[in-house]
């Protein structure tokens, strides 16, 4: 193409026809810049297709997490409302007299004040756009705001899920063991043949009071981050919709 080219050049000027050769050469320099533009733009689409194609696996891929983020979390509350309710109720029983309230009530209520569990979601794709700064492959400005800002939103919700489990862990757990037979060895004698002085001690109440209150805590706080991590959740879930 290039000899050709030259070959149309060199005779225009063997036969002196400036004009003509002035045309073509400015012809020529149209047609080289109509090739750069025409790659500069072929290139630009297999970038976008390349990046849109990256986007796309990564929005399924938080897609998946949060789903499964969304169901960890729900469980997490429901066993954080069991133990919630169950110290609700104890604490309107105090002081607690068993000889009107049958004795496999405060079993049942005692068992529901163990459950602690916590929140740990699934965050290996959060953490690879953190470690590989690949936040702009994200084109949703929404979206992408909500994933930089969900690390320090969980964190946030935690810190009263883990004060809640140091307390369970240090003070409530080692009390009940010294003083109730838990629900692992209960059943090997009747109730009725065990020791519950202890549910009129004053440590007992603080210490269902105390557990009452970190529930309280997590699920209804001031801030109401339980409520902010789900609304989240479902945001980032709806915004990731393939």
Do not use: C
């Amino acid at each position: 193409m290039i000899k050709f080219f030259r070959n149309i050049r060199k005779t225009l000027l063997e036969k002196d026809k400036t004009t003509n050769y002035l045309k073509y050469a400015i012809g020529e320099i149209v047609l080289v810049v109509i090739g750069i533009l025409l790659a500069l733009q072929i290139s630009e689409w297999n970038t976008y297709y390349k990046r849109h194609k990256e986007e796309v696996q990564l929005l399924e891929d938080i897609h998946k997490e949060f789903l499964e983020n969304k169901e960890q979390l729900k469980l997490v509350k429901s066993y954080h409302m069991i133990a919630y309710e169950g110290t609700e109720t104890l604490l309107n029983l105090m002081p607690i007299d068993l000889s009107k309230i049958k004795i496999d009530s405060i079993v049942s209520l005692l068992d529901k004040t163990y459950h602690n569990w916590t929140f740990n979601p699934q965050q290996s794709t959060i953490n690879t756009l953190i470690n590989t700064s690949s936040f702009d492959l994200i084109s949703n400005v929404e979206l992408r705001k909500l994933l930089q800002n969900w690390t320090d939103l969980y964190l946030d919700y935690t810190e009263d899920e883990l004060d809640a489990r140091y307390q369970v862990i240090n003070f409530h757990r080692p009390y009940m063991i010294k003083h109730y037979e838990t629900r692992y060895v209960k059943n090997r004698r009747p109730f009725e043949e065990s020791n519950w002085d202890f549910l009129q001690s004053i440590e007992f109440k603080n210490l269902v009071g105390i557990r009452n209150r970190n529930l309280n805590q997590i699920l209804y706080g001031d801030l109401n981050q339980l409520e902010s991590l789900s609304q989240t959740i479902d945001k980032i879930i709806e915004l990731t919709e393939q």
